[in-house]
């Protein structure tokens, strides 16, 4: 039984060294370069960035409609004409005729109830809507970052409260077999003792993979593929809160909140559409100008009335002719729709209806960001009171750890008190390392709800 315990402690201790402490240099990775690379790497803000572009290139008078189309023309016209007039002294005329006409024209809506500055405007406004979503992206970004960090930084700490812990375990077990071989100690605290190693050898294997999860978690938030790469995390767990004033967050938040200003934008839109659909009603004026020039080319024959000595019907043919021509023009049109069924006010009605329902979002979005401000104050707030008992019961529980320890190698307590007090210990820890990381979350939620992430 004692080679079995020596073969699993040798076990574990490989497993811990080489799975979950890897040999070779590690790359050092801070919260602030885990940021850049995420935002180098991930796809919905890449996503988000394009789509701005695209904005931004829509954002154009041209696209707006305020210059004028301008085309080239090129046209092939071909002819047959086979004219019969028996009164007339050229009876048949048969003609055939080809011709090349290249020309240039162009359209211009010179007024048409100032849509096209309006659609300017529209194109601004979503050129603005396409760079807010950017910034809710980068948001999003910086927060899933911030969380695995952070994540794995508390994994890492659970997994090094398993290793202290079961190296306790594991000096337990040899004192416990000195113990033994000396006649002080029976078999029931040897098994004890094995039993608690075996159990925290168990929770330690448990803990590494939970730490390597948060390190695969942590690379998809970077972006990367390499799911096998290691860091060495440099940031620390330690953290001092903040303490923050509700009336100023709430003022931040209704002016910065990015989901907020989003909407903003959107009722802003929906407000330029209307007007848009309300410049409808009025009349277009257009302009078509340009030139056009014409080359062709005529031959046929003729039949006259008279005839030959053999009495047949004199032909004639007619050699070919040139024409040339060059046109210009320039036309004015003006359109004003009498009557299209109730169309145009349909569709103004329905505008004015989405600018009701833009505005009725603003108000229910700030309706729950004022709640949810609420709740996460209160909530960080309790949290540092959380923090602060969560410490003191760490405190508590190593110096407790410590008496326990030199009181159990004097022989004074059992290795049933001495695992209740190393139990005690590690549950005080992991209360503090949860502590910790809720206030993070915490923290990071009240920062993105005040446009607090983009500084």
Excluded at 392 to 413: K, T
Aim: hydrophobic letters at 40%; aromatic letters at 8%; one cysteine or more.
């Amino acid at each position: 039984m004692k080679d079995a315990l020596r073969a699993n402690i040798a076990l574990i201790a490989l497993v811990s060294g080489c799975c979950f402490h890897p040999l070779g240099a590690q790359e050092t990775l801070s919260l602030s370069q885990s940021i850049d690379l995420a935002m180098q790497n991930n796809y919905a803000l890449q996503i988000a960035q394009r789509t701005a572009e695209i904005a931004q290139n829509n954002n154009e008078w041209g696209t707006a409609g305020r210059y004028p189309n301008v085309n080239l023309t090129l046209g092939l016209n071909n002819g047959f004409n086979d004219a019969n007039n028996p009164a007339s002294f050229t009876r048949e005329i048969t003609t055939i005729s080809t011709g090349l006409a290249p020309g240039i024209e162009a359209t211009w809506t010179l007024y048409n109830g100032n849509r096209v500055n309006l659609t300017k405007k529209q194109l601004e406004q979503l050129e603005r809507i396409g760079q807010g979503n950017v910034r809710l992206a980068v948001e999003n970004t910086i927060r899933t970052v911030i969380l695995a960090y952070y994540a794995a930084l508390i994994e890492q700490e659970r997994l090094e409260i398993r290793r202290q812990s079961l190296v306790l375990s594991r000096e337990r077990v040899n004192f416990a077999s000195v113990r033994q071989e000396f006649g002080r100690a029976g078999t029931f605290d040897v098994l004890q003792n094995q039993d608690a190693y075996l159990n925290d050898s168990t929770l330690f294997l448990q803990q590494g993979i939970a730490y390597e999860n948060a390190l695969r978690n942590l690379t998809l938030a970077l972006g990367l593929d390499d799911l096998t790469k290691r860091y060495q995390l440099t940031d620390k767990l330690d953290y001092l809160a903040t303490a923050y004033n509700a009336e100023a967050l709430q003022t931040a938040m209704l002016a910065k909140n990015q989901s907020l200003q989003n909407l903003y934008l959107n009722r802003d839109l929906t407000n330029v559409n209307t007007r848009i659909q309300e410049s409808a009603r009025m009349p277009s004026v257009n302009l078509r100008t340009g030139a056009a020039y014409n080359n062709s080319i005529s031959n046929g024959n003729a039949t006259l009335s008279s005839r030959d000595s053999l009495g047949r019907p004199n032909m004639l043919d007619l050699d070919a002719v040139r024409n040339n021509s060059l046109n210009f023009f320039l036309n004015f049109s003006v359109v004003y729709n009498l009557f299209d069924g109730g169309v145009r006010k349909r569709n103004i009605e329905n505008a004015k209806t989405s600018e009701l329902i833009a505005q009725l979002e603003v108000e229910n979005l700030k309706r729950t960001l004022n709640t949810q401000l609420a709740n996460t104050i209160a909530t960080y707030n309790n949290q540092k009171q959380l923090l602060e008992l969560t410490n003191q019961l760490v405190d508590n529980a190593q110096r407790n750890l410590d008496i326990a320890g030199e009181r159990f190698r004097g022989g004074l307590i059992s290795s049933f008190d001495y695992r209740t007090v190393q139990l005690g210990y590690i549950n005080a820890t992991q209360g503090r390392l949860n502590a910790l990381f809720n206030l993070k979350n915490i923290e990071t939620e009240l920062l993105q709800l005040t446009g607090g992430l983009l500084k």
